[in-house]
Every structure is written in C-alpha cells, then in structure tokens.
C-alpha cells in the first residue's frame, strides 16, 4: 500500500498524540513525510532493500508515527558518556537514535526514519563512489535491508495486546558492511503499539541492537575510489 499524500496525513496528524512513553517525543515533520512501500537497489556490492507493509489506510498514519518516535535526548548522551562512545558532530540539533558511532560504524539505539536515512544515504554515496563525503575509506561491499510492518492486534514476542483497538507495528533494521578489516553487522527491531488517534501507547527493543563482527575476507587488500 502506497504512503498517503502530505496534505491527506496532515489531517490526520491534525490532532496531537493521546500518549508517548516518559521522555520521547515525536519528530512531525517526519511523521508527515510520504514514504514509499518500497525500494530495492540491489544491482552492483552497494545494495538495499525497503519494504513497508501496511493493513489500511490508518496503519499507513500510523507507520510514519511509529518511524517518527525518538527516545529522549538525554538519555542517549548519559549512556554515550558512560560508556566512553563517540557520536559525531552530527549529533548536534538533530533527534538521536544512536549514541554510538561515527558513518558507517553507528549502532542504531532506535530504528526511526532517522535511522533508515542515515545507511540510506551511505548507501547511495557509495553507489556513487563518493567516498569524501562519507569520511571513511572504500568499503568493499554495504548491505541495507529495512523491513516494517503494521497492522490491528498482531502477536509480537509472544505478547498479544489485550486491548482490541490497537495497532503493532514491527520495525526492523538490518546493516552490514565490509571494510577490508572487518565485516560488521548491526541489527535491531522496534515494535510500537499505537492508539487508532495516533498515541504511542508503548514501544519495545530500542537498545538492544545486535551487533557481530567478523574477520573480512579482503584483508590485505586497499580499494581504491575510482
């Protein structure tokens, strides 16, 4: 199903949230965003894969909410502080959801459109062979594969919502890459329960990414930019 047109999901936006967990907020301007259902790039080692599933009009709202739901600010910065991580510059201004990490090496805290934008965009300055841009050196291949999906009391993790007029929606963020050291694969799942309105009545997984390294099978061996 096809995302609603801006001017149809600013009606339905119209009216604020009912809820949101302690200290999250949502990013509107993005909620408002027309997304597509899908993408797919996978000619060439640059490749991603996009795919967003929606029940019914409503669930398409309320998709853009659940992508749009950022954990609180300071929250991020205490752990990141605590546990000696690197942000970047770009952390300044923006909604986080990473306090881990610099370009390609940053671990989703949250999958959030802002996420999703972020290895998208790695993805297509690699596919260009624009490596300046991205402060980091060549890699020799980058996998993006974002699926999500919403719908009325659907089953997640076992937990059924007891609550009939609800939706679950089920966010998950799979990147990886190869730098000529290391692969690197970083996974993550998000599931929101909204209120048909527009309320964020819980979200479930943000910090518990999944992260594996593993020895690159191109070691030794420097790509350079064309």
Not at 182 to 202: D, I, K, M
């Amino acid at each position: 199903m096809r995302c609603l047109p801006p001017w149809l999901l600013l009606l339905f936006l119209a009216v604020p949230s009912a809820a949101m967990p302690p200290g999250y907020f949502l990013d509107r301007t993005q909620a408002l965003e027309a997304r597509p259902a899908s993408r797919e790039e996978t000619n060439g080692e640059f490749t991603l894969s996009i795919q967003r599933d929606c029940s019914d009009s409503i669930a398409v709202r309320l998709l853009g909410i659940a992508e749009s739901a950022y954990p609180p600010r300071n929250t991020l910065i205490d752990l990141a502080l605590e546990k000696g991580f690197e942000m970047g510059s770009d952390s300044a201004g923006v909604p986080l959801w990473w306090c881990d990490g610099l370009g390609e090496r940053r671990i989703p805290y949250a999958v959030t459109a802002g996420a999703l934008r972020h290895y998208t965009r790695l993805t297509e300055l690699h596919r260009e062979g624009n490596v300046r841009e991205t402060e980091a050196h060549p890699l020799f291949w980058s996998k993006l594969i974002y699926r999500a999906r919403i719908a009325p009391r659907v089953l997640i993790g076992g937990r059924k919502t007891s609550d009939s007029n609800v939706y679950v929606a089920l966010l998950e963020l799979d990147w990886s890459y190869d730098d000529g050291v290391f692969e690197q694969h970083a996974r993550a799942q998000r599931s929101v329960t909204l209120t048909p309105e527009g309320g964020v009545l819980a979200i479930w997984g943000d910090g518990d990414a999944e992260e594996e390294t593993f020895i690159s099978n191109h070691t030794g061996i420097r790509r350079m930019p064309k």
